[in-house]
């Protein structure tokens, strides 16, 4: 038998699931869900008449915990999912045209890229991938799936200058944990260990040819992501992984590989704006003589003030305004970080405890 304990699965979750067997998935293939269970690896399909009908189940997507009906056919064959359990975070990638919005259901099932992940590793190389503006929006992105975002720097061995990036990373992405690693030396494996607590979930996100799956493997006994050869000289990846895979690692950490994106859609990133700019947060908060001040040239200007003073960049306040322009920029943070401390108490109590069953 398996705890799925061991897969992420707290108490909590596990009370949600108040009929049938609890399961997570691990990879979604066309129809089939791949799934871990208390009995082992298994498949799923989806049960017709709840899935698709008025008032649907919302389709799983990889770290998603589902629940099975119990004794269907002796368990010969797939296991039939019955419900998605409520998810603590969520990477989406957002309606991107019409089209897709008129297939709404078809939508939400393929854009809803991983669930239930607590950190969330934006992958970039220190090469001609690395773009401080895209950086931005990906932490605010990253922010606003529940998880806390770290940023890995990859391919370190190919850069001596590396210290120097990841400062510079450092600076703009303030109160985010950055990570220079190589796969081919090691460097910051024991870093991006210490970051992945057993029975936390971690999600893999950026572009193809970063070398997502070679820190995988890396971080595994053997290799288990397949890694291509890239033009290092033009960055050009290769899409190499093809689909998104849930993975166990030794010490009982989870990590969901992803296949590359050149450019992530924009997600729903309202709340994650304010945690990736605090310092302009700050600086707003400060008041300026005009209420309505548009800060561009009225006497009184906090912002305008601060860069004057050199507190803030214009750059920064760029990135800030063109940001702010793809969101809506609301929501309850105080709320977000509730959920989120109550999420990481309950993990650790779950991994000191075993007096629970699920
Ligand atoms: N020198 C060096 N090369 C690396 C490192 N990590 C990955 N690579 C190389 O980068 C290339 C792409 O690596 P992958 O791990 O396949 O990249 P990926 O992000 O998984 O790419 P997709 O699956 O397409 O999204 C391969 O040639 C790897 O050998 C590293 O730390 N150092
Ligand atoms: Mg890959």
Redesign the pocket.
Known sequence: MIDLREYGLTPAMAAQNDTGEPARVTAVLRERYELITANGAAFGRLKGGVYYDVNPEIYPTVGDFVTLRENDEMMVGDRIIIRTLPRFSLFVRRASNDRARSQYQKAVHEQAVAANFDICFI?TSMNRDLNMARLERYLSQAWQSGAIPVVVL?????FDDFMLTAETVKAAARGVEVVA?????GLGMDAVRAIMKPGTTAV?L??????????V??LSDGDV??????R?DDAR?????THRQMIRLPWGAMII????MRELGMWDADEGLDMTFPDVEETLARGCRFFDCSHEREPGCAIRAAIQSGELTEERWQSYINLQKETKFAQDKAAYLRAKTKRFKEISKASARRDWNV
């Open positions: 992958v990859t391919k370190a061995d190919l690693v190589s796969a081919v030396t893999l950026g572009s193809s040819g970063v070398g997502k799956s070679s820190l493997n890396a992501m397949r890694v291509n050869a890239i290092e990846g290769r899409h190499t992984t590989d992803t296949p590359g």
